[in-house]
């Protein structure tokens, strides 16, 4: 399982994108476990093929990792 950080693309808001990305990965039977809306940013918990399919679909997409200090 993936943690990807979802930015809106030009004139789209959070939730646009957020729902569009759920959509998208729903449609090609991809699990998404979690999702959560912040200020101008969302994040997604889904299936490791979720990053490559929502890249393809032109969404601004990054994984997050955890960093130990």
């Not at 399982?1 to 808001?13: E, G, T």
């Not at 998404?32 to 969404?59: K, N, P």
């Amino acid at each position: 399982m993936k943690q990807l950080a979802i930015i809106p693309r030009d004139q789209r808001d959070i939730n646009q994108e957020l729902e569009g990305c759920v959509e998208r990965l729903e449609h090609s039977r991809i699990k998404v476990y979690v999702s959560h809306r912040g200020h101008g940013y969302g994040i997604l918990w889904a299936e490791d093929s979720a990053f490559s399919v929502l890249t393809s679909a032109g969404f601004n997409v990054a994984p997050l990792t955890r960093r130990s200090s």
